[in-house]
């Protein structure tokens, strides 16, 4: 069975800094498509960053130079690094993962029908 547990949501002041893990299970995450999503309140769910199987890695605009990817074969996880954090990256956070979808097209369209996706968890950027 295919699972996406997250971890490492939590509270922070703008400026600090939070890292996301995702552990994939049931799956090697090496051979899909893995991203991250948010959703924040009032607002439709958009892409923040994504990483194809062949490592080309894709970020939203506005995270762009703050936030960074990394991906981990050997424990099957993919980690979201966020630094400079701003009140307007407050959300729930999803991780995902596609055999189809590219991480180009995620990171633009952010469709919702990726195959599979975590739980979800809470960041707040607090002013």
């Known amino acids: 069975q295919v699972q996406l547990e997250e971890s490492g949501g939590g509270s922070v002041q703008a400026g600090g800094s939070l890292r996301l893990s995702c552990v994939a299970s049931g799956f090697t995450a090496e051979h899909y498509l893995m991203a991250w999503f948010r959703q924040a309140p009032g607002k439709e769910r958009e892409a923040v960053a994504a990483?194809?199987?062949?490592?080309?890695?894709y970020y939203a605009e506005v995270v762009k130079g703050r936030f960074t990817l990394f991906k981990d074969k050997a424990t099957n996880t993919l980690d979201l690094q966020m630094n400079s954090l701003k009140p307007e990256d407050t959300g729930v956070y999803y991780c995902?993962?596609?055999?189809?979808?590219?991480?180009?097209?995620?990171?633009?369209?952010?469709?919702?029908?990726?195959?599979?996706w975590g739980q979800g968890l809470q960041v707040t950027v607090s002013s």
């Open positions: 990483v194809d199987s062949d490592g080309s890695t």
């Open positions: 995902a993962a596609d055999e189809v979808y590219g991480a180009w097209y995620v990171v633009q369209r952010a469709p919702p029908d990726l195959h599979h």
